[in-house]
């Protein structure tokens, strides 16, 4: 009859196992909740139609779906956005992550906090027009495609991109690591509580 008392410690170390599997699981599943997210080159990306919002509003969208506004890091990934964009519209005006919110001149991706990578500004672009252009949105009108700095609080059209690890072998790496803390340090913190709790039963006064 003593061991009874350690049932329910038991119960707990299996109870959390099972939770951390199922969890890992799910994490490997990505694919699953892609929808509507499309792939277009080496990104997944959720276009919206008939959606137009200030920046921060667009934002917080696509933070909505576990993504962020649209980042365009390379030529490639231009390309293969322009080419997919121009089966759907003649005329797009879409926010980017980009902004100099912080430091007027400095453009820096809301997504990683760091400096833009790549631009293709139009001609004349960032003009801070008005001393109060400050978030970046791509245009595209007809075979034209360029970034613009523009006013924030302007209504555009809504373009997010899946988060990592899809896109960020950065965040891929990070998420790694989430799995393998989970898989190797998990079990010896459940053995370290339960030895514990085991300990504390055992004490006489």
Partial sequence: MADVRYIPFILLFIN????????ISVQEGEDVVLHPFIKVGSKYYLVTQGLKLNWFGAAHFCRS??????????LAEKNALFAYLKTMFSDIHAWT???DLSVEGTYVSLNSGRPMLYSFFGHNE?????????CVQVILHNDIFVMNDNNCAKQMHVICEKRSPLNSAR??????NC???AEECGFTKLLEVFLQSANMLNCRA
């Fill in 16 to 23: 959390a196992s099972l939770f951390v599997a199922s969890s």
């Fill in 65 to 74: 779906y576990d993504s962020d506004l649209l980042t365009i890091e390379s």
């Fill in 97 to 99: 992550s980009s902004n």
């Fill in 126 to 134: 960032p003009n801070n027009a008005g001393d109060e252009e400050d």
């Fill in 171 to 176: 965040n891929f790496a990070t998420k790694s």
């Fill in 179 to 181: 799995e393998n803390v």
